[in-house]
T-cell receptor, first 108, second 118 residues
Framework: RKEVEQDPGPFNVPEGATVAFNCTYSNSASQSFFWYRQDCRKEPKLLMS???SGNEDGRFTAQLNRASQYISLLIRDSKLSDSATYLCVVKKNNDMRFGAGTRLTVKP | DTGVSQDPRHKITKRGQNVTFRCDPISEHNRLYWYRQTLGQGPEFLTY????????KSRLLSDRFSAERPKGSFSTLEIQRTEQGDSAMYLC????????????????FGSGTQLSVL
């Protein structure tokens, strides 16, 4: 079993749609959680951290369920510019492990 | 440009040759990571430095791979006797220490070195 598993995707949605990505992790001792965004042929960039209480940044909402070892990302009112690969990241000590990513394409 | 820089951007080599990549992290960042990424996959952790000390090394990193960060600033990743399976994007990332938890945990990636082994 991979340490970080994500929805395989790809997700193809129209502009304005709401889309949700899921991620599960295997190491119960994991300490911190993140979503990174990676555009085609570019480096990953931090989208947002994920806190136990859940957190929101504009159209993006992240949730963490430690008991189920599950992380989610919700994008509301999706824009063409949201098209990218979304990477779930789990950290234990200084070791940051990435999921394989979920590809999102937002179409006009 | 004060971001993470990697050199070269692209490297084409023949199987069996040695290659070396360089990473210059953001100057005040103590932590430096190397990752490898292949098409359709997320970045795979290779190794981690805090200052000049190599603190973690993945089981993926065979004896042919070695990384150094001699003065706690730039780092090099060398692959000896390259194999076709080594073809990938090699990403370097850095992060600071001493700030808030939020800033310390953020990884800043370079643009990567794309390696093609023929």
């Amino acid at each position: 079993r991979k340490e970080v598993e994500q929805d395989p995707g790809p997700f193809n949605v129209p502009e304005g749609a709401t889309v949700a990505f899921n991620c599960t992790y295997s190491n119960s001792a994991s300490q911190s959680f993140f979503w990174y965004r990676q555009d085609c042929r570019k480096e990953p960039k931090l989208l947002m951290s994920v806190y136990s209480s859940g957190n929101e940044d504009g159209r993006f909402t992240a949730q963490l369920n430690r008991a189920s070892q599950y992380i989610s990302l919700l994008i509301r009112d999706s824009k063409l510019s949201d098209s990218a690969t979304y990477l779930c990241v789990v950290k234990k000590n200084n070791d940051m492990r990435f999921g394989a990513g979920t590809r999102l394409t937002v179409k006009p | 440009d004060t971001g993470v820089s990697q050199d070269p951007r692209h490297k084409i080599t023949k199987r069996g040759q040695n290659v070396t990549f360089r990473c210059d992290p953001i100057s005040e960042h103590n932590r430096l990571y190397w990752y490898r990424q292949t098409l359709g996959q997320g970045p795979e952790f290779l190794t981690y430095f805090q200052n000049e000390a190599q603190l973690e090394k993945s089981r993926l990193l065979s004896d042919r791979f070695s990384a150094e960060r001699p003065k706690g600033s730039f780092s090099t990743l060398e692959i000896q006797r390259t194999e076709q399976g080594d073809s990938a994007m090699y990403l370097c990332a850095s992060s600071p220490t001493g700030g808030t938890l939020a800033t310390n945990e953020k990884l800043f990636f370079g643009s990567g070195t794309q390696l093609s082994v023929l």
